[in-house]
């Protein structure tokens, strides 16, 4: 396999475990690039599939979309992330990872806790939220710390 060579959307899916709908997606959001043959279709550098594993890792450490861009933007010329920059870049993402570490610790320990999702099916709902008064603080389990609760960024 020569990495000069060019990839198709399937390839890319493949390979990376992005929907294809997904790469369509984050081309059009400027987050990879793509070339297109004599016949219009795209062909993207083998390269973008370390871009690819990057945006995935990043957004399992909970960066939003527009973050990603942000950290990809700081590229030069937008090219893939080298090991330094990889490094620059997860420095960023310490903070990140202990606030997840912390949430997912609460969410554990507090498994059989009512988290305020609206659902009043457990004894407890009745003294935590009676009548769902957690519905007043937000949409979602409101009892659960908001890292857990962001919508999950679009694969
Ligand atoms: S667990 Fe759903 S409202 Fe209490």
């Given at each position: 396999m020569d990495k000069h060579e060019l990839?198709?959307?399937?390839?890319?899916?493949?390979?990376?475990g992005f929907a294809a709908s997904a790469l369509r997606f984050y081309e059009a959001e400027?987050?990879?690039?793509?070339?297109?043959?004599?016949?219009?279709?795209?062909?993207?550098?083998?390269s973008v599939l370390r871009r690819l594993a990057f945006i995935?890792?990043?957004s399992n450490v909970g960066l939003t979309?527009?973050?990603?861009?942000?950290e990809l933007d700081q590229l030069p010329d937008s090219r893939t992330p080298t090991k330094a920059d990889w490094q620059r870049i997860t420095k960023h993402w310490r903070g990140r990872l202990?606030?997840?570490?912390?949430?997912?610790?609460?969410?554990?320990d507090?498994?059989?806790?009512?988290?305020?999702?609206?659902?009043l099916s457990l004894q407890r709902c009745a003294i935590s939220n009676p009548q769902d008064v957690a519905a007043d603080d937000d949409t979602g389990a409101a009892y659960l710390p908001r890292v857990l609760r962001k919508p999950p960024v679009r694969r």
């Open positions: 990839m198709t959307v399937g390839a890319v899916a493949e390979r990376s400027g987050l990879i690039r793509a070339e297109r043959n004599s016949g219009g279709q795209r062909r993207f550098e083998r995935r890792a990043a979309l527009d973050e990603i861009r942000r202990d606030e997840q570490i912390l949430a997912l610790e609460k969410l554990r507090g498994l059989e806790s009512c988290i305020g999702c609206g659902c």
